[in-house]
């Protein structure tokens, strides 16, 4: 059966919206008026075969995608990239953050799952390692299409999306995407924001936050990879971590000579010969601005720069041959929007280490906070907070889920909520509910039986108190 078609006129009429002022929530800080342009009557296919849709295909969406899936629902998964997997593989962090509080494995079901397919990417790591073990992207890129595929979820490459159709006030009908298709309806009976910027809520109608009460937000990082490195070296030679007093970017940063390197200096040997990095900082007021955006990426491959011209001056026996070999695609961005949810996390809540009667996993990450001056909060070994399911649910949107950097949280805990782990987690949880949603309550994700859901994902192996 062919797509059918509405008039894209008409279906931005039907909806009250200017195409032009669609994609700027009423919330945001007050812009200068855009002028619009009339645009000729033209059709666009409307596709209505999925029961979930998620929109962003990073580590909260890929295990969204499975999980939605696994239960049964028909599951379409949105990419604006050309590759699964988000920060872990496009914007090729070096490190899984921490999997275990000290103790034991925290972040378990599709989490520990990816995890331990892609540590096969990285032989040279122990099999016991649990926390900062090396990513080797490609092969993190193959475990989350081998995964989602395998789940029966269907994946759409290099496709965004560029505006939102309302049933109602709390009720999404369908999104527009934008691809080599033009512009396609795509419906379904519960959407997950898994954008990381909470585009789809966003535009939506739901209500966010960003920056904290000095309109900071986190800094951003652009990571990168050296190769042709000398592995003996790197293996010998004093590690780069502010934290080891005798790292030589203590040094480097007195002398002066490098204005665009600061003390974050994470790497990994990922494989022989090549290190990859996340360092360095680009500072942003809005995040989710396009034009800073594209300033920060050409900022990041200077910044990458700067950071090989000083370890040639400083650890010469370890990276005097090498050469930037990638930067990568994805802008490392630590904070934008936060979505407001049924419940807002806070930072009071990740200092008394609490539990929830609707919790659907664990965190164990420290606060880390990337505003110059911020001090991090750590916990001690076999610590860990609950994430409570309301932290998913957009408050007054009734078809609508959030995973991943976008949850409900106040600006403190999203530094230890945001990251890779976690996100998987909150993931497989949004999926799972949405599935719920559509056979318990007419589509209503605030109704699903909680009880049932928290019952399913332990089956599924997710921990919990």
Not at 15 to 44: C, D, N, V, Y
Not at 81 to 104: R, V, Y
Not at 122 to 147: A, G, T
Not at 257 to 277: A, E, M, R, T, W
Request: proline letters at 4%; hydrophobic letters at 40%.
């Amino acid at each position: 059966m062919k797509p059918s078609k509405i008039s894209r006129r008409d279906f931005i009429q039907k909806s009250g919206m200017l195409l032009a002022a669609s994609a700027i929530p009423s919330f945001l800080h007050a812009e200068e008026k855009q002028p619009t342009l009339s645009m000729k009557k033209r059709k666009i296919n409307i596709d209505s075969q999925w029961d979930v849709i998620v929109v962003g295909g990073g580590p909260a969406g890929c295990t969204a995608a499975i999980s939605a899936a696994r239960e049964g629902a028909k599951t379409l998964l949105i990419e604006a990239m050309g590759q699964l997997g988000g920060m872990g593989t496009t914007g090729m962090i070096p490190a899984w953050c921490p999997f275990s509080d000290g103790e034991k494995i925290i972040y378990r079901g599709l989490a520990e799952k990816v995890f331990r397919a892609a540590k096969k990417g990285v032989p040279h790591e122990p099999d016991d390692k649990l926390d900062w073990v090396s990513i080797n992207p490609e092969q993190l890129m193959r475990v989350y299409d081998d995964m989602v595929s395998a789940s029966g979820a269907k994946v759409l490459f290099f496709s965004r999306l560029a505006d939102v159709e309302m049933a109602s006030d709390d009720t999404i009908e369908a999104i527009i995407v934008a691809n080599k298709n033009g512009l396609t309806a795509f419906k379904a009976k519960v959407f997950i924001d898994c954008t990381g910027d909470g585009d789809l809520s966003v535009w939506a109608g739901a209500n966010y936050f960003m920056g904290n009460t000095e309109d900071k937000v986190q800094r951003a990082t652009l990571c990168f990879s050296i190769a042709n490195v000398d592995t003996y070296g790197y293996n010998t030679s004093p590690n780069l971590y502010w934290e080891n007093k005798d790292s030589p970017i203590h040094d480097a940063l007195k002398s002066g000579k490098y204005p665009l390197i600061d003390q974050h200096s994470c790497n990994n040997l990922i494989g022989p010969s090549v290190v990859q990095f996340n360092a360095g900082h680009i500072d942003m007021k809005n995040a989710t601005d396009p034009w800073q955006v594209s300033e920060a990426m050409m900022q990041g491959r200077k910044v990458a720069g700067e950071y090989l011209r000083m370890l040639k001056d400083y650890q010469p026996q370890v990276y005097g041959n090498g050469f930037i070999v990638k930067t990568a695609s994805l802008l490392g961005i630590r904070e934008s929007r936060r979505i407001e949810g049924d419940y807002i996390f806070t930072l009071q809540d990740w200092l008394e280490r609490k539990s929830f009667d609707d919790e659907i996993g664990r965190n164990c990450y420290f606060v880390d906070v990337h505003i110059p001056g911020y001090e991090a909060k750590h916990y001690g070994r076999g610590e860990s907070h609950g994430i409570p399911y309301r932290i998913l649910t957009p408050k007054g949107m009734k078809n609508l889920l959030t995973a991943g950097r976008c949850i409900s949280a106040d600006e403190e805990a999203l530094g230890s909520l945001r990251v890779m782990p976690p996100s998987m987690v909150t993931g497989e949880a949004a999926g799972m509910a949405a599935a719920l949603a559509i056979k318990q309550s007419k589509n209503d994700v605030h109704k699903i039986d909680v009880d049932f859901l928290r019952k399913r994902l332990r089956e599924e192996g997710q921990y919990f108190k």
